[in-house]
């Protein structure tokens, strides 16, 4: 009798996750989620070393069942100096300042496996990024400077990449909550010469079929 009180207790608990996974599963496959974010913006500046950063954003996901589609929009705030080469200048280097960068991100993302109400994702997209503010110092050292350095340094201002994205995501009813990380490679052309990481986590809401009835 008990072990027929255990297989029934282990058949009932198998039915309510079964349920409870399949519930969440219908709540995230083909759906469409709007979401808002927040995070830390991790990056090298030249001649000052690593630093970090508040990153603000939101994002729009579309799901199927093993894949789907990603799109965000990112603000980093910050003031930050940085030594920028001038062959020009007398001491060989202009500091100049920043302010604030813009993201705009567009990415084709896979959901391997559902854990219950847990799923991980991975992508691969291509993201455009845009310094604000980039103001050079002029003192007695350094004279202004000439036309090709500003128009290097407005070239230097934006830069469009590659990039990589891992989260997860945990499902409860229709809301949802997820982290994820985000990195672009180092490029020599843009101001901020690192790699860029952003380490985020936010809030995403399902408001509706990504199916058209």
Same mark, same amino acid.
Do not use: C
């Given at each position: 009798?008990?072990?027929?009180r255990a297989?029934?207790?282990?058949?009932?608990a198998?039915?309510?996750?079964?349920?409870?996974?399949?519930?969440?599963?219908?709540?995230?496959?083909?759906?469409?989620?709007?979401?808002?974010?927040?995070?830390?913006?991790?990056?090298?500046?030249?001649?000052?070393?690593?630093?970090?950063?508040?990153?603000?954003g939101?994002?729009?996901?579309?799901?199927?069942?093993?894949?789907?589609?990603?799109?965000?929009?990112?603000?980093s705030?910050?003031?930050?100096?940085?030594?920028?080469?001038?062959?020009?200048?007398?001491?060989?280097?202009?500091t100049?300042?920043?302010?604030?960068m813009?993201?705009?991100? #567009? @990415? !084709? +993302?896979?959901?391997?496996?559902?854990?219950? /109400? =847990?799923?991980?994702?991975?992508?691969?997209?291509?993201?455009?990024?845009?310094?604000?503010?980039?103001?050079?110092f002029?003192?007695?050292?350094?004279?202004?400077?000439?036309?090709?350095?500003?128009?290097?340094?407005?070239?230097?201002?934006?830069r469009?990449?590659?990039?990589? #994205? @891992? !989260? +997860?995501?945990?499902?409860?009813?229709?809301? /949802? =909550?997820?982290?994820?990380?985000?990195?672009?490679?180092?490029?020599?052309?843009?101001?901020?010469?690192?790699?860029?990481?952003?380490?985020e986590?936010?809030?995403?809401?399902?408001?509706?079929s990504?199916?058209?009835?």
């Amino acid at each position: 009798m008990q072990k027929l009180r255990a297989v029934a207790v282990a058949l009932v608990a198998t039915i309510v996750v079964s349920s409870s996974a399949s519930a969440q599963m219908r709540n995230f496959d083909n759906s469409w989620f709007w979401g808002f974010k927040s995070g830390i913006n991790t990056f090298s500046v030249p001649g000052h070393g690593n630093t970090s950063t508040v990153d603000l954003g939101i994002d729009w996901l579309i799901t199927r069942t093993r894949g789907g589609l990603y799109v965000s929009a990112n603000q980093s705030i910050f003031e930050r100096d940085l030594e920028f080469l001038d062959p020009t200048s007398l001491t060989g280097q202009r500091t100049i300042r920043v302010n604030d960068m813009r993201r705009i991100s #567009l @990415a !084709g +993302v896979a959901f391997p496996k559902h854990f219950g /109400a =847990i799923t991980p994702y991975a992508g691969l997209g291509f993201t455009i990024a845009v310094l604000g503010d980039a103001r050079v110092f002029v003192d007695s050292a350094n004279t202004f400077p000439n036309n090709s350095f500003l128009d290097e340094l407005e070239k230097e201002r934006s830069r469009s990449a590659v990039m990589g #994205l @891992a !989260g +997860v995501q945990i499902q409860t009813k229709r809301a /949802a =909550i997820f982290a994820q990380e985000t990195m672009l490679p180092s490029n020599t052309s843009f101001l901020f010469r690192s790699v860029l990481s952003f380490f985020e986590f936010g809030v995403r809401y399902n408001f509706g079929s990504s199916i058209d009835q």
